[in-house]
């Protein structure tokens, strides 16, 4: 399903057609399939834009939207004229290497149109809503409008009207305002703002809240660069209200104002020039650039705000190459979260859009819902369709109804019944060892160590240690069954095989690491040490490498392995660690009397060490076995 996207100014001159055209040419150059709705009933003219670029001429006379909505108004006539918009919608260009289009559905007026202005004024919109339907005629239009293209764009009448209301309340999923420096116009699109906010509430049909974007349009901050900083400031404070729902919280009202804001240049305001095309969007202080950031905000769907700000050409890229790499498929990682956590969330999303990028993996939260679709529904498809869930884990996190209700329930049987990777990330102090579910999953951090107890520098290397695990992950199922669940059964013997040769890599190198720090252990837990060797320092020195190394090793790769081995390595980890611990805090040639008359220290110190070697003997030794016997299952080498 495609988005809708209104844009509306509450006065004229703001360059809202010619935004609305430039945008359009470059989603559909990018690949998109556009369409552009020319809804301004008194004042159309939208495909002039087009005419000197593509070979698009306006015809004489011309059917339209006008045309559409009479003939709703005339159906019980017998004689009225069938009128379908596929019918009368108009191709300007197709881009035909990467199956983009742009078509255009007309006001209806042509160059000798003398009927049109008489239809328009026809029109009664109160009693075309309450005698002839019209709210389902309006909202089948919409269904069908999302159905067929990515992006409807819709040039809105000024003013508020009643056009103007289906335009910003009905139709829209994304509504943009465009506004100039001047106290009425701004006044104008906060109230339309609330207006719209108001209407959707009164809405049948429930949608998500109207995502709005704010545009300062002819915006001049050269010449008075002083004068333009206040009127930045003042816009930022009053549209933090609208900005709530579309801003993470890692982005201030000022910064996306500076970078969306359309600057004035007088060459463009003669005629209907396409500056995307006359200048193009290299130029920073352009309209063609300027024109591709609210480009690049729409295509990515609004999911990387933060970008605009602090990567700008590295947003464009992912923007301008979404339906290039729509087909490649990729692992895909489900967020599930409070709302109260959402600071966490954009922070962890933040780290991630790295791999993101880098197309390596697809990033789903409750963000990514678009507005106006069903979100139930979507939260639904994201759990069914991802490969890796990430939760973050707090209080408000378990104590949600449908969090615990409905998408636990739903990523659990995910989880048995699929190849899905359930990782749990505690972000707030809170009881969750006390959840079932929990108490089977390693979580994350290891030592479960929330988010809001570390320090900044600590955080973001906890959740850079996340983003690297998750890399590995990613690059450990390679197998198209983590890319693609359906695949994998029809892949067969020759995916299973990729498989487990990941597989037989990541065996050796966690027993090569094993056996390392077996010797250490070994050197160290024997009772007659022989003549020769390194000293004890020496020892201790060389097991707290091996053990840093096969830790810091199986921090990132434990999810790959059995819970059984797991269990072990854990078993061996703790007592490699106790050993060093001991023997660092208690050196063994201490010259304490005291320590030789502690005979429950001395006892206590025994049966540690008696322990440790019970650990060398069994633990280790049952582990080493399980590896071995697996890597030549694995191999094709019988035992």
Same mark, same amino acid.
């Given at each position: !399903?495609?988005?809708?996207? =209104?844009?509306?100014?509450?006065?004229?001159?703001?360059?809202?057609? !010619?935004?609305?055209?430039?945008?359009?040419?470059?989603?559909?150059?990018?690949?998109?399939?556009?369409?552009?709705?020319?809804?301004?009933?008194? #004042?159309?003219?939208?495909?002039?834009?087009?005419?000197?670029?593509?070979?698009?001429?306006?015809?004489?006379?011309?059917? /339209? &939207?006008?045309?559409?909505? &009479?003939?709703?108004?005339?159906?019980?006539? @017998?004689?009225?004229?069938?009128?379908?918009?596929?019918?009368?919608?108009?191709?300007?260009?197709?881009?035909?290497?990467?199956?983009?289009?742009?078509?255009?559905?007309?006001?209806?007026?042509?160059?000798?149109?003398?009927?049109? +202005?008489?239809?328009?004024?026809?029109?009664? +919109?109160?009693?075309?809503?309450?005698?002839?339907? /019209?709210?389902? &005629?309006? %909202?089948?239009?919409?269904?069908?409008?999302?159905?067929?293209?990515?992006?409807?764009?819709?040039?809105?009448?000024?003013?508020?009207?009643?056009? /103007?209301?289906?335009?910003?309340?009905?139709?829209?999923?994304?509504?943009?305002?465009?506004?100039?420096?001047?106290?009425?116009?701004?006044?104008?699109?906060?109230?339309?703002?609330?207006?719209?906010?108001?209407?959707?509430?009164?809405?049948? &049909?429930?949608?998500?809240?109207?995502?709005?974007?704010?545009?300062?349009?002819?915006?001049?901050?050269?010449? %008075?660069?002083?004068?333009?900083?206040?009127?930045?400031?003042?816009?930022?404070?009053?549209?933090?209200?609208?900005?709530?729902?579309?801003?993470?919280?890692?982005?201030?009202?000022?910064?996306?104002?500076?970078?969306?804001?359309?600057?004035?240049?007088?060459? +463009?305001?003669?005629?209907?020039?396409?500056?995307?095309?006359?200048?193009?969007?290299?130029?920073?202080?352009?309209?063609?650039?300027?024109?591709?950031?609210?480009? #690049?905000?729409?295509?990515?769907?609004?999911?990387?705000?933060? !970008?605009?700000? @602090?990567?700008?050409?590295?947003?464009?890229?992912?923007?301008?190459?979404?339906?290039?790499?729509?087909?490649? =498929?990729?692992?895909?990682?489900?967020?599930?979260?409070?709302?109260?956590?959402?600071?966490?969330?954009?922070?962890?999303?933040?780290?991630?859009?790295?791999?993101?990028?880098?197309?390596?993996?697809?990033?789903?939260?409750?963000?990514?819902?678009?507005?106006?679709?069903?979100?139930?529904?979507?939260?639904?498809?994201?759990?069914?369709?991802?490969?890796? #869930?990430?939760?973050?884990?707090?209080?408000?996190?378990?104590?949600?109804?449908?969090?615990?209700?409905?998408?636990?329930?739903?990523?659990?049987?995910?989880?048995?019944?699929?190849?899905?990777?359930?990782?749990?990330?505690?972000?707030?102090?809170?009881?969750?060892?006390?959840?079932?579910?929990?108490?089977?999953?390693?979580?994350?951090?290891?030592? /479960?160590?929330?988010?809001?107890?570390?320090?900044?520098?600590?955080?973001?290397?906890?959740?850079?240690?996340?983003?690297? !695990?998750?890399?590995?992950?990613?690059?450990?199922?390679?197998?198209?069954?983590?890319?693609?669940?359906?695949?994998?059964?029809?892949?067969?013997?020759?995916?299973?095989?990729?498989?487990?040769?990941?597989?037989?890599?990541?065996?050796?190198?966690?027993?090569?690491?094993?056996?390392?720090?077996?010797?250490?252990?070994?050197?160290?837990?024997?009772?007659?040490?022989?003549?020769?060797?390194?000293?004890?320092?020496?020892?201790?020195?060389?097991?707290?490498?091996?053990?840093?190394?096969?830790?810091?090793?199986?921090?990132?790769?434990?999810?790959?392995?059995?819970?059984?081995?797991?269990?072990?390595?854990?078993?061996?980890?703790?007592?490699?660690?106790?050993?060093?611990?001991?023997?660092?805090?208690?050196?063994?040639?201490?010259?304490?009397?005291?320590?030789?008359?502690?005979?429950?220290?001395?006892?206590?110190?025994?049966?540690?060490?008696?322990?440790?070697?019970?650990?060398?003997?069994?633990?280790?030794?049952?582990?080493?076995?399980?590896?071995?016997?697996?890597?030549?299952?694995?191999?094709?080498?019988?035992?």
């Amino acid at each position: !399903m495609g988005s809708i996207i =209104t844009f509306y100014s509450y006065k004229g001159g703001t360059g809202r057609s !010619m935004a609305l055209a430039n945008i359009s040419i470059l989603l559909a150059q990018w690949g998109f399939k556009v369409l552009i709705i020319d809804w301004d009933l008194e #004042a159309p003219g939208l495909e002039y834009f087009f005419a000197d670029y593509y070979n698009f001429s306006v015809p004489e006379e011309q059917k /339209g &939207i006008v045309d559409i909505l &009479i003939h709703f108004t005339n159906y019980q006539n @017998e004689s009225a004229e069938e009128i379908n918009w596929e019918n009368i919608t108009n191709n300007i260009f197709k881009n035909e290497s990467d199956n983009g289009k742009l078509d255009i559905l007309t006001a209806g007026k042509g160059k000798e149109d003398k009927e049109y +202005f008489k239809k328009v004024r026809e029109l009664d +919109f109160g009693e075309f809503y309450s005698k002839f339907n /019209g709210g389902e &005629i309006i %909202e089948n239009l919409r269904n069908q409008w999302k159905e067929n293209y990515d992006f409807v764009l819709i040039d809105s009448r000024t003013g508020v009207t009643d056009i /103007g209301g289906i335009c910003t309340i009905q139709l829209p999923d994304i509504l943009v305002l465009l506004f100039t420096a001047t106290k009425q116009a701004f006044e104008g699109i906060l109230n339309i703002a609330k207006i719209t906010d108001e209407g959707q509430k009164s809405l049948a &049909i429930d949608r998500l809240r109207l995502l709005i974007l704010p545009i300062p349009s002819k915006f001049d901050s050269r010449d %008075e660069f002083k004068i333009s900083q206040e009127w930045l400031n003042d816009f930022s404070k009053r549209l933090k209200p609208i900005y709530e729902n579309l801003l993470p919280t890692s982005v201030k009202q000022k910064e996306i104002l500076e970078v969306t804001k359309i600057p004035y240049i007088s060459y +463009f305001s003669f005629g209907e020039k396409l500056p995307v095309i006359e200048q193009g969007t290299t130029d920073s202080t352009g309209l063609g650039y300027a024109y591709e950031n609210i480009a #690049a905000l729409i295509a990515d769907n609004f999911q990387h705000v933060e !970008m605009l700000v @602090e990567d700008r050409d590295e947003l464009v890229n992912i923007a301008s190459n979404f339906k290039k790499r729509e087909t490649i =498929t990729k692992p895909k990682i489900f967020i599930s979260y409070s709302h109260k956590d959402s600071s966490y969330k954009d922070l962890i999303l933040k780290h991630l859009s790295v791999l993101s990028a880098k197309n390596e993996v697809s990033l789903w939260s409750d963000r990514k819902i678009q507005p106006g679709h069903d979100w139930y529904e979507e939260i639904t498809k994201a759990i069914s369709d991802s490969n890796i #869930a990430l939760l973050l884990i707090s209080a408000d996190f378990l104590t949600s109804p449908f969090v615990s209700k409905e998408e636990i329930p739903r990523l659990l049987k995910r989880q048995k019944s699929s190849n899905l990777k359930i990782i749990p990330i505690i972000i707030r102090a809170c009881a969750w060892q006390q959840i079932p579910f929990l108490s089977n999953l390693p979580v994350f951090p290891k030592d /479960g160590i929330p988010f809001s107890s570390l320090f900044d520098s600590e955080r973001e290397k906890s959740i850079t240690d996340l983003v690297e !695990m998750i890399a590995n992950i990613v690059k450990f199922d390679t197998s198209e069954d983590l890319r693609d669940s359906s695949t994998f059964s029809r892949a067969g013997k020759l995916e299973s095989h990729k498989k487990n040769l990941e597989r037989i890599t990541f065996i050796k190198e966690l027993y090569e690491k094993l056996v390392d720090l077996n010797e250490s252990l070994y050197s160290i837990l024997r009772r007659l040490q022989a003549v020769g060797e390194a000293s004890l320092e020496e020892k201790v020195n060389k097991l707290g490498k091996n053990f840093n190394e096969l830790r810091k090793y199986y921090l990132y790769k434990r999810i790959f392995f059995k819970e059984s081995e797991c269990e072990l390595i854990d078993i061996i980890l703790e007592s490699a660690k106790g050993i060093f611990y001991d023997i660092t805090t208690f050196p063994v040639n201490t010259d304490d009397i005291s320590y030789h008359y502690d005979k429950d220290l001395l006892k206590e110190r025994h049966q540690f060490w008696d322990k440790a070697r019970g650990i060398y003997e069994n633990e280790v030794s049952e582990l080493k076995n399980n590896l071995e016997n697996e890597f030549r299952s694995t191999i094709g080498i019988n035992s």
